[in-house]
């Protein structure tokens, strides 16, 4: 009897595992996608902390005692700074009390106030209310991160700091204002201090030798293999070998800048065209795939057409084929690049780890890179660097989106359907 | 003959034109030879700092040597003054995270790629597919940080609050979240690889009463099965040389266990651990890392070798 | 509706998103015959042959209008099951399909999904009466456990209608089974289609006239979307009413 409507036990359950089997498909995707907003999220949540720094303002005396109007350079800024915390706050009499007000503005108060001396040669011989860079356990305390009610012991700041900070902020001397020195700043070890202005301009620098390379280099390796090379064993290696470079591990490369570049041929270690050349290496095989795709989607009337006119192959293929399939080689560049710019570990390898406070002038100065100066923040063990590492991911995952971003455009406005 | 004259100069290029194509057509050859050159470089650097390795450390010890301390050497008159070299415990490690990691990535990746391919619509194909691939382009540093200072205290405090001890940097969470980074690398291949399925077969199935996800499982599937490995072997591959999660979350203790909650180190953290900071370069400690470089570089190369052919032997079947 | 039919369409309009496929179809396919669509391409009759058991649901943007009722049920009905229908309604492609199984799991395949074999000794008569049914039984009796890829198309071919009738359907539909074969294969198939006659109901589409005479009793001639005429294939080739029919089996359209 021919009966689809009543369906049968047997039927139910095959429906249900119908049924089940896409709840995993869909569980699958929103586990992965969970995971990633997650990892993002809580990157974002504990970074968006580092872009906000806290200033605390304190009267200095500038009197001629302290500061000698002729040789105004020469002052003992920190002592200065000093005094004018104790005459802030004169119940601290015992050392150890000292010593943590002295704690409650940055190490480096005193060439705050020395830069503040300087340029205002008017405020010597006043007293002179100057905002000076609070500390990191200062800035944490403010932006509640942490919990007063915890007991004192288990905290960073006593009792007493934190009776002082709020004394401060009930008075109106504390101020929050966007972190600019996180921009301006190299590294440093002070968190409140450190910045990553030194370890953009190294991913700069690396970037530029990478891209000086690897760009001429792929696009003119692809030009070969697309267009000219003899279909024989000799371009069938190349081809595997291509296809297998871009598998290869990354801290591979690592080491064969470390051993070529470093020890054979004597680069300056840690250097940006180091760093530039390996990463170089490394998306070499991006490169060429990319380019090849689209030399291959240029049609092949157009080569027809200009090797009809009498152009030789080269000028066919440098005049008309090449720039057709340009902008599908720059989408392919700027891919390998944003992956240039996020890899760690070759740079591990080449001694691009060091601690670096100033700004790398060459590509032979030793500079860190921006992923690099993560992963050492990552390491540090005073709390407010986990905010500043976190700040720091949130600025490499912008630059990255920007550049995928661009890619994108210009695949969309250059894209030509042959 | 004037005429003449000028129709055979012509026909022939000028001896310059030529010259600079030679000139062109060498310069392109160069540049495509550079892939070559890598290649041979990597080889060539590996082996030869290896081989300086294996002069001091035979090479039996170094593959089937259990103990792993090359931090030991103090003195150069101590005995077993450059310390021990088994990298049986680094394997084991890299074998342990990596198979975390396609514990996880394999069923949601998978899953994930069906999904995609056989039941999403085509407007959220464009939305999800985009999404999954953003997985794909974060930096590992980004996981690493994640990985040890997310993951493996939540872990640690989940480990606790049910009694059991979790390392503070356990193979689980380095292996959680390598498997989360190569969701997308066996996702999207196994897409591809699944969309390569010809349509006949599915309406066969369909035809008499299959269902969707029978259809799935019992024709697309099998007959995907060659490619779908091969996008696991490229993902296997990518677990073993990924190096910034593990140098972040797994530690560098040499243990050799199978437990995911203690702690265990990989070839990859190891190296890093061996040349980063002040080295001499001629001790065995720095010279162990190219010989692990080596055995990271034969294995991944191997596995990526068999994708690729099987991967390719696939599309074939079906072109 | 006619007594003997089993499948009965009525005013069957098909749309592929703006396009409409069919145009008011009205069609009674009697039970145990074999029916064959003719047609030029793009008339329509496979389009038709798939709405019968439901195929076209697979493509998003179509839409099927009218009633089709098979013994009386409507399967266009909400709480009609497709996997079901299909189960009753099987279905053998215009290209050879086999999976790339063993000949043995190709038949298996269907009484397996559907739970139609007790035990393995259910299953092996299954599949034995299959292969006899469809006329391969003793070509490859003593290769089964090879790949059905490994046949050739013709053979292929009929292991795809032992796969189909495996599961005991009562129409089997055929969208051109023979039009990727050689003459011989051709013949073999049609002479097969004959004798399934007394244990299902065919409905065929062909291109071939030669063909639609041979092996149907009744044929529909499709043409735009419309069904221009049915009746018995030998009116249909003998005496037809409309002029469009003429044209057309005359070799004058198409």
């Given at each position: 009897?021919?009966?689809?409507?009543t369906?049968?036990?047997?039927?139910?359950?095959?429906?249900?595992?119908e049924?089940?089997?896409?709840?995993y498909g869909?569980?699958?995707?929103?586990?992965?996608?969970?995971?990633?907003?997650?990892?993002?999220?809580?990157?974002?949540?504990?970074?968006?902390?580092?872009?906000?720094?806290?200033?605390?303002?304190?009267?200095?005396?500038?009197?001629?005692?302290?500061?000698?109007?002729?040789?105004?350079?020469?002052?003992?800024?920190e002592?200065i700074?000093?005094d004018?915390?104790?005459?802030?706050?004169?119940e601290?009499?015992?050392?150890?009390?000292?010593?943590k007000?002295y704690?409650?503005?940055?190490?480096?108060?005193?060439?705050?106030?020395?830069?503040?001396?300087?340029?205002?040669p008017?405020?010597?011989?006043?007293?002179a209310?100057v905002?000076?860079?609070?500390?990191?356990?200062?800035?944490?305390?403010?932006?509640?991160?942490?919990?007063?009610?915890v007991d004192?012991?288990e905290?960073r700041?006593?009792d007493?700091?934190?009776g002082?900070?709020?004394?401060?902020?009930?008075?109106?001397?504390?101020k929050?204002?966007?972190n600019?020195?996180?921009?301006?700043n190299?590294?440093?070890?002070e968190p409140?201090?450190?910045?990553i202005?030194?370890?953009?301009?190294?991913?700069?620098?690396?970037?530029?030798?990478?891209?000086?390379?690897?760009?001429?280099v792929?696009?003119l390796?692809?030009?070969?293999?697309?267009?000219?090379?003899?279909?024989?064993?000799?371009?069938?290696?190349?081809?595997?070998?291509?296809n297998n470079?871009?598998?290869?591990?990354?801290?591979?490369?690592?080491?064969?800048g470390?051993?070529?570049?470093?020890n054979?041929?004597?680069?300056?270690?840690?250097s940006?065209?180091?760093?530039?050349?390996?990463?170089?290496?490394?998306t070499?095989?991006?490169?060429i795939?990319?380019?090849?795709?689209?030399?291959?989607?240029?049609p092949?009337?157009?080569r027809e057409?200009?090797?009809?006119?009498?152009a030789?192959?080269v000028?066919?293929?440098?005049?008309?084929v090449a720039?057709?399939?340009?902008?599908?080689?720059l989408?392919g560049?700027?891919?390998?690049?944003?992956?240039?710019?996020?890899e760690?570990?070759?740079?591990?390898?080449?001694?691009?780890?060091?601690?670096?406070?100033?700004v790398?002038?060459?590509?032979?100065?030793?500079?860190?890179?921006?992923?690099v100066?993560?992963?050492l923040w990552?390491?540090?063990p005073?709390?407010?660097?986990?905010?500043?590492?976190?700040?720091?991911?949130?600025?490499?995952l912008?630059s990255l989106?920007?550049?995928?971003l661009?890619?994108i455009?210009?695949?969309?406005?250059?894209?030509?359907?042959? | 003959?004037?005429?003449?004259?000028?129709?055979?100069i012509?026909?022939?290029?000028?001896?310059?034109k030529?010259?600079?194509?030679?000139f062109?057509?060498?310069v392109?050859i160069?540049?495509s030879l550079?892939?070559?050159?890598?290649?041979?470089?990597?080889?060539?650097?590996?082996?030869?700092?290896?081989?300086?390795?294996f002069?001091?450390?035979?090479l039996?010890?170094?593959?089937?040597?259990?103990?792993w301390?090359p931090?030991?050497?103090?003195?150069?008159?101590?005995v077993?003054?450059?310390?021990?070299f088994?990298?049986?415990p680094l394997?084991?490690?890299?074998?342990?995270?990596s198979?975390?990691a396609?514990c996880v990535?394999?069923?949601?990746?998978?899953?994930?790629?069906?999904?995609?391919?056989?039941?999403?619509?085509?407007?959220?194909?464009?939305?999800?597919?985009p999404?999954?691939?953003?997985?794909?382009?974060?930096?590992?540093?980004?996981?690493?940080?994640?990985?040890?200072?997310t993951?493996?205290?939540?872990?640690?405090?989940?480990g606790?609050?049910?009694?059991?001890?979790?390392?503070?940097?356990?193979?689980?969470?380095?292996?959680?979240?390598?498997?989360?980074?190569?969701?997308?690398?066996?996702?999207?291949?196994s897409d591809?690889v699944?969309?390569?399925v010809p349509?006949a077969?599915?309406?066969?199935?369909?035809?008499m009463g299959?269902?969707?996800s029978?259809?799935?499982r019992?024709?697309?599937?099998?007959?995907?099965i060659?490619?779908?490995?091969?996008?696991?072997?490229?993902?296997?591959?990518?677990a073993?040389?990924e190096?910034?999660?593990?140098?972040?979350?797994?530690?560098?203790?040499a243990?050799?266990?199978?437990?995911?909650?203690?702690?265990?180190?990989?070839?990859?953290a190891?190296?890093?651990?061996?040349?980063?900071?002040?080295?001499?370069f001629?001790?065995?400690?720095?010279?162990?890392a190219?010989?692990?470089?080596?055995?990271?570089?034969?294995t991944?190369?191997?596995?990526?070798?068999i994708?690729?052919?099987i991967?390719?032997?696939?599309?074939?079947?079906?072109d | 509706?006619s007594?003997?039919a089993?499948?009965?369409?009525?005013?069957?309009?098909?749309?592929?998103?703006?396009?409409?496929?069919l145009?008011?179809?009205?069609?009674?396919?009697p039970?145990?015959?074999?029916t064959?669509l003719?047609?030029p391409?793009?008339?329509?009759?496979?389009?038709?042959l798939?709405?019968?058991?439901?195929?076209n649901?697979l493509?998003?943007?179509?839409r099927?209008?009218?009633?089709?009722?098979?013994?009386?049920?409507?399967?266009?009905?909400?709480?009609?099951?497709v996997?079901?229908?299909?189960?009753?309604v099987g279905m053998?492609?215009?290209?050879?399909n086999?999976f790339?199984?063993?000949?043995?799991e190709n038949?298996?395949?269907?009484p397996?999904?559907?739970?139609?074999?007790k035990?393995?000794?259910?299953?092996?008569?299954?599949?034995e009466w299959?292969?006899i049914?469809?006329?391969l039984?003793?070509?490859?009796?003593?290769?089964?456990?090879?790949?059905?890829?490994?046949?050739?198309?013709?053979?292929?071919?009929?292991?795809?209608?032992?796969?189909?009738i495996?599961v005991?359907?009562?129409?089997?539909?055929?969208d051109?089974?023979?039009?990727?074969?050689?003459?011989?294969?051709?013949?073999?198939i049609?002479e097969?289609?004959?004798?399934?006659?007394?244990?299902?109901t065919?409905v065929?589409v062909t291109?071939?006239?030669?063909q639609a005479?041979r092996?149907?009793q009744r044929?529909?001639?499709?043409?735009?979307?419309?069904?221009?005429?049915?009746?018995?294939?030998?009116?249909?080739?003998?005496?037809?009413?409309?002029e469009?029919?003429?044209?057309?089996?005359?070799?004058?359209?198409?």
């Open positions: 009897m021919t009966d689809f409507i369906p049968s036990t047997q039927l139910k359950s095959r429906k249900s595992a049924q089940r089997f896409r709840w869909r569980g699958a995707i929103f586990v992965s996608l969970a995971f990633l907003v997650v990892m993002v999220g809580s990157i974002l949540y504990k970074g968006s902390g580092a872009f906000t720094t806290t200033d605390v303002a304190i009267v200095v005396d500038l009197g001629p005692d302290a500061v000698d109007p002729a040789n105004p350079q020469d002052a003992r800024f002592k700074v000093k004018a915390l104790k005459a802030r706050f004169p601290a009499t015992k050392r150890a009390d000292r010593r007000l704690g409650l503005v940055s190490n480096d108060a005193g060439f705050e106030l020395e830069r503040f001396v300087l340029a205002n008017d405020a010597i011989g006043t007293q209310r905002w000076f860079r609070a500390s990191d356990d200062f800035d944490i305390l403010l932006k509640g991160t942490v919990d007063r009610d004192e012991s905290r700041l006593s007493q700091e934190i002082w900070i709020d004394r401060l902020v009930a008075d109106g001397d504390v929050r204002g966007f600019w020195s996180f921009f301006t190299g590294d440093s070890r409140e201090l450190a910045g202005l030194s370890a953009l301009v190294g991913s700069a620098l690396t970037l530029l030798v990478c891209f000086c390379f690897s760009f001429p792929g696009i390796a692809a030009i070969y293999l697309e267009e000219f090379a003899p279909k024989n064993r000799f371009s069938d290696i190349i081809e595997v070998n291509i470079l871009a598998a290869v591990p990354s801290i591979v490369f690592g080491l064969l470390l051993s070529m570049l470093l054979t041929f004597g680069m300056p270690r840690s940006p065209l180091v760093g530039g050349l390996v990463l170089s290496l490394m070499l095989p991006t490169i795939i990319a380019a090849r795709a689209s030399l291959r989607a240029v092949p009337s157009i057409a200009a090797l009809g006119m009498g030789s192959p000028q066919a293929t440098f005049h008309h720039p057709l399939a340009l902008p599908g080689i989408t560049t700027i891919v390998g690049m944003a992956q240039a710019l996020g760690t570990a070759p740079l591990l390898m080449i001694g691009m780890v060091a601690f670096i406070v100033d790398p002038q060459s590509i032979l100065e030793p500079a860190t890179a921006l992923p100066q993560i992963f990552a390491d540090a005073e709390r407010a660097f986990l905010e500043k590492t976190s700040a720091a991911i949130i600025v490499l912008l989106i920007t550049m995928n661009l890619a455009v210009l695949r969309r406005r250059f894209e030509k359907r042959f | 003959m004037a005429t003449s004259e000028s129709a055979t012509d026909l022939v290029h000028s001896q310059r030529k010259g600079f194509e030679l062109v057509m060498g392109l160069l540049c550079v892939a070559v050159a890598v290649t041979v470089g990597i080889v060539l650097s590996l082996l030869f700092e290896a081989f300086r390795f002069e001091r450390i035979p039996t010890d170094f593959l089937f040597g259990t103990q301390s931090q030991t050497a103090l003195r150069a008159d101590q077993a003054a450059e310390g021990a088994g990298a049986v394997i084991t490690g890299t074998l342990l995270i198979f975390i396609m990535a394999t069923p949601l990746g998978l899953m994930s790629a069906i999904y995609l391919s056989e039941y999403a619509s085509k407007r959220s194909r464009n939305l999800i597919k999404a999954l691939e953003i997985l794909a382009g974060i930096p590992t540093v980004v996981y690493g940080f994640f990985a040890a200072l993951v493996a205290p939540l872990l640690r405090a989940g606790e609050s049910v009694g059991l001890n979790v390392s503070s940097e356990s193979a689980l969470a380095a292996g959680l979240v390598m498997g989360m980074m190569i969701i997308p690398l066996i996702s999207s291949l591809d699944i969309n390569a349509q077969l599915r309406d066969a199935s369909l035809g299959a269902t969707h029978e259809t799935i019992k024709v697309v599937l099998p007959s995907a060659p490619g779908i490995a091969g996008s696991l072997l490229l993902a296997a591959s990518r073993i040389g190096t910034m999660i593990v140098v972040m979350a797994a530690g560098l203790a243990n050799l266990t199978a437990n995911p909650l203690e702690a265990v180190t990989t070839i990859t190891q190296i890093v651990a061996l040349l980063t900071g002040d080295q001499e001629d001790s065995a400690k720095t010279l162990s190219f010989a692990l470089g080596l055995v990271l570089f034969v991944t190369l191997v596995l990526n070798v994708a690729l052919r991967v390719r032997k696939y599309q074939e079947q079906y | 509706m007594k003997t089993i499948i009965s369409a009525k005013d069957v309009n098909v749309f592929y998103g703006e396009k409409q496929a145009d008011k179809i009205n069609l009674d396919i039970e145990n015959k074999v064959s003719i047609g391409s793009g008339c329509g009759k496979s389009t038709f798939r709405s019968i058991n439901r195929m649901d493509v998003d943007i179509c099927v209008e009218g009633s089709i009722t098979i013994k009386g049920q409507d399967i266009y009905a909400p709480e009609v099951d996997v079901a229908l299909r189960a009753k053998v492609f215009q290209k050879p086999p790339p199984k063993s000949i043995y038949v298996a395949y269907g397996k999904i559907h739970g139609l074999a035990s393995k000794t259910d299953m092996d008569e299954i599949v299959s292969l049914k469809a006329g039984w003793k070509e490859v009796k003593d290769r089964l456990d090879q790949p059905g890829t490994g046949l050739s198309g013709g053979q292929q071919q009929r292991l795809c209608i032992a796969r189909t495996a005991k359907p009562q129409v089997v539909l055929m051109e089974p023979c039009s990727a074969l050689d003459p011989i294969a051709t013949a073999i049609e097969l289609i004959d004798e399934l006659r007394s244990n299902f065919i065929i291109h071939s006239m030669q005479a092996v149907s044929t529909a001639f499709f043409h735009l979307g419309e069904l221009v005429e049915s009746g018995s294939t030998k009116t249909i080739f003998t005496s037809p009413e409309d469009r029919t003429q044209n057309y089996i005359m070799g004058r359209i198409g």
